[in-house]
């Protein structure tokens, strides 16, 4: 399934772990950031590099803080990143964030020509970038992305998987 995600070379496995694994740096301070949010929202935190590799944009869960049913970290993140380059074209940086985004923001992503999405677990429920429907290969979609999935796909799931198990105790 992952293969689905990847574009590129298949060939060359080597350079693509190479690739992953500047991934998974950011991936880890990611979930830091979620552990810390999930103490009041769902935990997820979502970045966005630019070109330099430069982290120009931070965003966490904030619907519920917000009461703001577009508060996803995506969108927060966008709004963030938007307004430090003072433009809504990010087609050459990259979103980094631990939950596959879910349809809206996958369509937000879309809508901003982000160039490249990365993300650790997969939604199968929700997702918008392949774990139920691939808005970015869908014929709708005016602008194609690279979609990388499964980056520490095992932490980022555990974090989200205790989360609920916690939510469902309480109630
Ligand atoms: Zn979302």
Redesign the pocket.
């Given at each position: 399934m992952r293969d689905i995600f990847e574009n590129g070379n298949s060939n060359n496995e080597q350079q693509k772990k190479t690739n992953n694994s500047k991934y998974t740096l950011w991936m880890n301070s990611i979930l830091r950031r979620s552990k810390e949010i999930g103490k009041v929202e769902l935990p997820i935190c979502s970045i966005i590099l630019d070109e330099r590799g430069r982290c120009i944009g931070r965003g966490v869960n904030r619907r519920n803080i917000n009461n703001d049913p577009l508060g996803?970290a995506?969108i927060m993140a966008l709004r963030q990143a938007s307004l430090i380059k003072n433009d809504w074209r990010f087609n050459e940086c990259i979103l980094i964030t631990n939950l596959e985004?879910?349809t809206?923001?996958a369509s937000a992503l879309i809508q901003a020509r982000m160039g490249k999405v990365v993300f650790g677990a997969y939604d199968k429920k929700r997702g918008g970038l392949g774990g139920s429907i691939n808005l970015s290969k869908h014929k709708s979609s005016h602008h194609k992305m690279e979609i990388i999935g499964g980056i520490l796909e095992e932490e980022c799931s555990k974090i989200l998987q205790l989360w609920f198990k916690k939510l469902r105790a309480q109630k």
């Amino acid at each position: 399934m992952r293969d689905i995600f990847e574009n590129g070379n298949s060939n060359n496995e080597q350079q693509k772990k190479t690739n992953n694994s500047k991934y998974t740096l950011w991936m880890n301070s990611i979930l830091r950031r979620s552990k810390e949010i999930g103490k009041v929202e769902l935990p997820i935190c979502s970045i966005i590099l630019d070109e330099r590799g430069r982290c120009i944009g931070r965003g966490v869960n904030r619907r519920n803080i917000n009461n703001d049913p577009l508060g996803h970290a995506e969108i927060m993140a966008l709004r963030q990143a938007s307004l430090i380059k003072n433009d809504w074209r990010f087609n050459e940086c990259i979103l980094i964030t631990n939950l596959e985004p879910c349809t809206m923001c996958a369509s937000a992503l879309i809508q901003a020509r982000m160039g490249k999405v990365v993300f650790g677990a997969y939604d199968k429920k929700r997702g918008g970038l392949g774990g139920s429907i691939n808005l970015s290969k869908h014929k709708s979609s005016h602008h194609k992305m690279e979609i990388i999935g499964g980056i520490l796909e095992e932490e980022c799931s555990k974090i989200l998987q205790l989360w609920f198990k916690k939510l469902r105790a309480q109630k």
